[in-house]
Structure formats: structure tokens, C-alpha cells
């Protein structure tokens, strides 16, 4: 167990994601301020989850997560258990570039403003990824990305 995923959620109380992301991954979730190594079941993931400032202010840090789940297929589960969009980094090297998957599994990469915080990121003026967009034409990273601008996908085809 190597993986490490880092999502944000729209507008949900860290309470409602505990179960829901059990639900998602089909795995014991335990919270890390209770989690003991020395007690752990193997099959568990380690998560924590906070309030960030701004937009999708609900993080959520997933740690050992099996390498035989798909972050896109479990993500896209738990939005629409939550019936919440989410975000997750994509592949460049971006800060404010993220997958927004929204409940129905679509998964699209969008730009957000990106302003350091006492309390954290925090993340302002979504915006989608599109060529309309003169920040993401020509050479930009957006380019680089599996995820070009424009790009709208469902969770299974990119899992």
C-alpha cells in the first residue's frame, strides 16, 4: 500500500465524509487522530479530513490506499454519494489546475486562483480549462497534461 490521494469536496461537514468514503473505497476508513499503526486491520485506509478557507473547502488526505483501487473511479463514487463535486491535482505541476468529478462521474479539469492562508490553501474563481481561455492555449502546461483543455470525460474511461 503506496498511495497517497489528496481530494477537496464542495460544501460537506468532514463528519458526512467518513462513512461515505468507506462506502466509495469498500474499505474500513479510519480517521488519523484515532488511527493506531500497532492495531490497524490491513485492509484499512488511513484518512484525515478538515475546513479549509474558500472553495472546496472540505479537504480530504487518504493515506496507504491500495494500489489495485482507481483514485478516479473512487472519487467519482464518493461525489456522488455525497452528491457533491470534488476536486483532485491533476498531472501538471499547476497549483491552482485541478479534475473537478462531479456526481454523475464526469471529470474535467478546471483553474482556480490559489492564495496562501494562515489556515491553508485556499482556492477562489473556478473557472473551467478551455481554449477559450488564453491562459490555457498554445504552450501552456495545460497541454502537457493528459487532461487538455476542453477535455470533459467520464470516471470509468479514466480510471
Do not use: K
Not at 490521494?5 to 462506502?23: F, G, K, M, S, T
Not at 463535486?85 to 486562483?113: E, K, M, Q, W, Y
Request: aromatic fraction near 6%; glycine fraction near 6%.
Amino acid at each position: 500500500m503506496t498511495e497517497l490521494w489528496n481530494w477537496r469536496i464542495d460544501q460537506v461537514r468532514p463528519v458526512e465524509v467518513y462513512p461515505a468514503l468507506a462506502e466509495a473505497l469498500g474499505r474500513v476508513v479510519m480517521p488519523l487522530a484515532i488511527a493506531d499503526p500497532a492495531r490497524l486491520p490491513a485492509y484499512a485506509v488511513v484518512c484525515d479530513v478538515w475546513q479549509a478557507p474558500g472553495e472546496f473547502a472540505t479537504i480530504v488526505d487518504c493515506y496507504g490506499v491500495p494500489d489495485q483501487l482507481s483514485e478516479h473511479a473512487s472519487i467519482a463514487a464518493l461525489a456522488r454519494l455525497l452528491d457533491r463535486n470534488c476536486l483532485l491535482r491533476d498531472d501538471t505541476l499547476d497549483a491552482g489546475r485541478h479534475l473537478l468529478v462531479s456526481p454523475d462521474g464526469t471529470i474535467r479539469p478546471v483553474h482556480f486562483d490559489v492564495r496562501e492562508t494562515d489556515d491553508g490553501e485556499e482556492l477562489r474563481n473556478q473557472r473551467l480549462c478551455t481554449e477559450a481561455d488564453p491562459g490555457c492555449r498554445g504552450w501552456s502546461q495545460c497541454h502537457r497534461s493528459r487532461w487538455a483543455p476542453d477535455t470533459v470525460a467520464p470516471a470509468l474511461a479514466a480510471a
